[in-house]
């Protein structure tokens, strides 16, 4: 991999179709801990991996008020280090489950009479007048069900109505429910769970390529920790590269709709995983990567 490290290497993508980004970005979930349930992060380093994305090219970070262990949140963090934001510079949240004090993930959802609050409460979290994107999220870590979402949807459609929010995404959720969402409000973007050797949403995938709705997975590296897979490592030797770094171009590699956005407490792992948007997978790699059986 000789291609200078930068997060546009995988081209650019119009969130919304007027919010340019690179299709290389950074989620923020692991600045805070990075393991869950383990203790905080320090927090100088998360400050420099976030100042060092921006350098790198980063230009769109995906964060959540209920992204935060002991006394590190990340939307705190994403502030310290950032603000004033740079221009061009994507922030993207989502609002929808609820975490109590104890609880180590969020574990179910928040009353539909609160998700404004928690609109505001990302507003001054981050510093910001607007949010570019705010996703709901229903649901809690189980399958995306078909339950309705429209109620919910349509309080965040008035906060756009008012100018406090840009551009909506919908996460976890199933192809009726985006089509739900879509009734209501335009979608700029799906935050679904995928993993290029398991690609069980293709489906949602293919509608959100079609109808110009970013598709942009959480978990891309199998969540807490890389997934142990032959193929995966065959591609990796092949290109000299990283499992993650693979898992990553994969993700890219399947459809020009697709944003990858990779987290880390790592400032090494930063680097790695934004040189993935340089490797270049061949059809055969990409067919080995997603065969199944």
């Not at 690179?22 to 420099?48: Q, Y």
């Not at 603000?83 to 609002?95: E, F, N, R, S």
């Not at 429910?177 to 069980?200: G, H, K, S, W, Y």
């Not at 490592?233 to 693979?246: C, L, M, P, S």
Request: charged fraction near 25%.
């Amino acid at each position: 991999m000789t291609e200078e490290i930068s997060a546009a290497s995988a081209g650019h993508w119009e969130l919304g179709g007027d919010l340019r980004v690179a299709r290389m970005g950074f989620g923020a979930m692991r600045l805070p801990v990075s393991t869950l349930g383990g203790p905080p992060n320090d927090r100088d380093t998360a400050l420099k991996i976030l100042r060092r994305a921006v350098e790198l090219g980063i230009d769109h970070i995906d964060t959540a008020a209920f992204y935060f262990q002991g006394d590190l949140a990340a939307n705190e963090l994403i502030r310290a280090a950032l603000h004033p934001y740079p221009d061009g510079l994507v922030i993207a949240t989502k609002v929808g489950p609820s975490r109590g004090p104890g609880d180590l993930a969020p574990t179910g959802q928040m009353p539909t009479s609160e998700l404004r609050a928690e609109v505001e409460r990302n507003l001054r979290e981050l510093g910001r007048d607007h949010l570019d994107l705010v996703y709901l999220r229903p649901g809690g870590l189980e399958p995306p069900g078909d339950e309705p979402i429209g109620e919910r949807f349509a309080v965040l459609a008035g906060l756009r109505e008012e100018g406090l929010i840009r551009h909506l995404g919908v996460s976890h959720v199933s192809a009726a429910q985006l089509a739900e969402a879509r009734e209501i409000a335009p979608v700029a973007a799906v935050q679904n769970r995928f993993d290029v050797t398991m690609p069980a949403d293709t489906e949602l995938l293919e509608i959100c390529a079609r109808d110009g709705i970013a598709y942009v997975p959480y978990f891309p590296l199998g969540g807490f920790g890389l997934p142990e897979d032959d193929r995966v490592e065959r591609v990796a030797r092949r290109h000299g590269a990283t499992t993650a770094q693979v898992l990553l171009a994969g993700l890219l590699a399947l459809s020009p709709a697709m944003l990858a956005i990779p987290g880390t407490s790592s400032p090494a792992h930063l680097e790695e995983n934004i040189a993935a948007a340089g490797l270049r997978l061949t059809e055969d790699d990409l067919a080995a990567l997603t065969a199944t059986g």
